[in-house]
């Protein structure tokens, strides 16, 4: 049984004539009446007898068509409910961010957010790569902005921006004054760095190993802003994304010349999940 051979057969009874049954429904008379055969050879009962040029409801029909124009009424209350939700702009959005870009780049985002959805409900969640993108699995957040590398097929990811990163040196540091730097300038020097579980952590390890350096880690933190502070106080150097880079922290910035020094940030969800408007709006409006 159908949705279109119910409405077939409602306006069938309703009109009392298979052809102007069909210019309502705007299909062609002989397909419609195949249709409404289908549906009786289906129920194993006539709904309507042919009566020459006329057409009258049979016992069964009239049992029948209520039932048919109940199903009707419903399916069309279920559509203009998904319709309705659909363009609703009072939805929520969860934003999940992993700590190296939260501060830097989310209330740009939010702030665009809340003057196109001022009714609309936003949740942000601060953590780490590997439990946003549990989070993301389980639904518990609907968009995670998280950098690469990432390697989970069941994430689509969207690129927001690649940015440079820049080594973070005491201002009287002999190399203070140098425009650029290769990270094979840095060998020997002491580092400090984000701890285990950041991903910012991670690159910056992968970076020293490709210029063939391992860094002698004297302190660790979960901010930059400690790091940044250590810098200026002369404990090590450090390395430090564009979006990060803090001209009031006492330190000297220098954007390193190491062609692959870069950081990729990009907005991950789930694939194959479905969005509500404001959902959509959200992740849309970060990639311009």
Same mark, same amino acid.
């Given at each position: ?17 298979f ?26 009962a ?13 016992? !069964? ?25 659909? !363009? ?31 009714? !609309? ?18 639904l ?35 190399? /203070? ?28 390890? !992968? ?31 450090s390395?430090a994304?564009?979006? /990060?880079?803090d001209?009031n922290?006492?330190?000297r ?36």
């Amino acid at each position: 049984m159908e949705f279109h051979q119910l409405r077939y057969v409602c306006a069938v009874a309703e009109t009392g004539s298979f052809s102007r049954a069909a210019e309502r429904c705007q299909i062609a008379q002989p397909s419609l009446s195949q249709q409404v055969l289908k549906l009786e050879e289906n129920l194993g009962a006539k709904l309507f007898d042919r009566l020459g040029r006329s057409v009258r409801l049979t016992e !069964a029909g009239r049992a029948f068509i209520p039932h048919a124009r109940s199903i009707l009424e419903q399916m069309e209350t279920a559509r203009s409910s998904v319709a309705q939700k659909n !363009a609703d702009v009072r939805g929520s959005v969860s934003l999940g961010v992993i700590p190296t870009i939260s501060p830097y780049l989310v209330p740009r985002y939010t702030t665009s957010f809340a003057k196109r959805f001022p009714d !609309a409900k936003l949740r942000i969640v601060e953590d780490v790569t590997p439990v946003l993108i549990e989070s993301l699995r389980e639904l518990s957040i609907d968009i995670a902005i998280l950098a690469l590398p990432l390697r989970h097929k069941d994430l689509e990811l969207f690129p927001l921006r690649t940015e440079p990163l820049f080594a973070v040196l005491p201002k009287e540091h002999r190399l /203070a004054g140098a425009a650029s730097l290769s990270l094979r300038d840095l060998r020997g020097e002491p580092f400090v760095m984000l701890r285990d579980g950041h991903c910012f952590r991670d690159l910056s390890l !992968a970076t020293c190993a490709r210029a063939r350096i391992t860094p002698n880690i004297a302190f660790e933190s979960g901010q930059f802003s400690s790091l940044f502070g250590m810098v200026a106080a002369g404990v090590g150097i450090s390395l430090a994304p564009e979006m /990060a880079v803090d001209r009031n922290a006492g330190c000297r910035y220098i954007r390193l010349s190491d062609v692959r020094a870069t950081r990729t940030v990009v907005a991950a969800v789930l694939r194959g999940r479905s969005f509500n408007r404001v959902q959509r709006a959200f992740l849309s409006g970060m990639q311009k």
